[in-house]
């Protein structure tokens, strides 16, 4: 299928279609089954999205326990004495879905999943490292790197790790029947997730990583932590491969930081060095790929919609319009030839 671009004309207009999209695709879905499979990203990007969200299901016209979520990651280190102290602190990606989307609905989600990278010690984590060199490896480039554990270990805490936190977290996915729409931002690297850009394609697991320093960095700009030296160095993440086996993957992505990493992982064949860019073959294999992008980041692809086209792009140019977007005009759930429902 198409890599499909709806270029919005602002952040609340890209947010709005976002919704009408994932809120299409749950009717449809959901008219032929009990459960719906959500995937959930923290961050700037995906919160006007959960504003529609959290809106239209207390108004009843979605019933979140009919929905399963999986959220795609969460740090490892977060300042606390304990795994609750961990979870509940303010950068925690738990603490951020609550605040913008769970605690909101006046009806819970059927279940709510995340990585459990707060129950894991940060400080006991390097320590059965640093003591068990030959029980892990290190996998990626100089932007990021995943740490992998032998199932082997000799260490019985890097095997919990493994066992219990992060196949586990795979386990559940496989079990709930995958996840029917996952919805990602973009790092300033084109990563997707914690799956940083240096970290290969293979990596199929839920994701150990240990944070790069542009990551730190960049959590310190963005405001979450007041120091880098208050910054976790470790996370949990799904992988790029993971993301990537959804039924549908709603991409957003807005403003000037957005505009390279969305450009490269387009008009750049894939690479680790973009995760994201690994879409590419996710659609070519028949996935559902949609690109919802404002207009600062859509007029860099407008520019170049021929060369897009020849890679099998689709752009959808609505910025200029100004009218709420139909969602007939994408219809990414759809067969555009019979117009029939297309059942993953």
């Given at each position: 299928m ?21 809120h ?14 959500l995937g959930?990203a ?9 504003k529609?969200?959290q ?13 399963r ?13 304990n ?11 738990s ?15 059927a ?26 490896r290190?996998r ?5 790197r ?40 973009v ?15 293979s ?20 405001g ?5 030296q208050?910054?976790?160095r470790?996370?949990?993440s ?41 879409g590419?073959?996710y659609?070519?294999?028949?996935g ?6 404002d207009?600062?980041?859509?007029k ?8 897009l086209?020849?890679?099998g792009v ?10 709420k ?6 219809l ?13």
């Amino acid at each position: 299928m198409p890599v499909r671009v709806v270029v919005a004309n602002d952040y609340d207009q890209m947010s709005e279609v976002a919704f009408e999209l994932l809120h299409a695709d749950l009717k449809a879905q959901l008219a032929i089954k009990d459960r719906y499979v959500l995937g959930l990203a923290t961050g700037t990007s995906p919160v006007g999205l959960y504003k529609h969200f959290q809106y239209a299901a207390n108004q009843g016209r979605i019933d979140p326990r009919r929905i399963r979520t999986f959220n795609l990651d969460e740090y490892v280190g977060l300042p606390g004495d304990n795994a609750q102290a961990r979870t509940l602190h303010p950068a925690s990606y738990s603490y951020f879905m609550t605040t913008e989307l769970f605690g909101l609905l006046s009806r819970p989600f059927a279940s709510i999943d995340l990585p459990l990278g707060c129950v894991i010690d940060q400080d006991e984590l390097r320590s059965e490292l640093r003591a068990h060199p030959d029980d892990w490896r290190e996998r990626g480039g100089d932007s990021g790197r995943a740490i992998v554990i032998s199932r082997k270990a000799h260490s019985s805490y890097l095997r919990w790790v493994r066992s219990e936190i992060l196949d586990a977290y795979d386990r559940k996915i496989r079990a709930a029947g995958g996840i029917d729409l996952q919805v990602i931002g973009v790092g300033g690297r084109g990563h997707v997730a914690f799956h940083e850009s240096g970290i290969p394609w293979s990596m199929s697991s839920t994701l150990l990583v240990r944070l790069d320093d542009n990551t730190v960095v960049n959590a310190v700009a963005d405001g979450y932590f007041p120091s880098a030296q208050q910054v976790p160095r470790f996370a949990t993440s799904m992988s790029a491969k993971q993301v990537f086996r959804a039924r549908t993957v709603l991409l957003l992505a807005a403003g000037s930081r957005k505009v390279t990493p969305i450009m490269r992982s387009l008009l750049e064949p894939p690479s680790a060095d973009v995760p994201i860019s690994y879409g590419q073959q996710y659609a070519a294999a028949g996935g559902n790929l949609v690109y919802v992008v404002d207009y600062v980041v859509g007029k860099e692809l407008i520019k170049h919609r021929r060369q897009l086209k020849e890679r099998g792009v689709q752009i959808l140019d609505r910025h200029r319009r100004g009218a709420k977007l139909r969602v007939a005009d994408i219809l990414f759930y759809r067969d555009i030839a019979g117009g029939c429902y297309r059942n993953r």
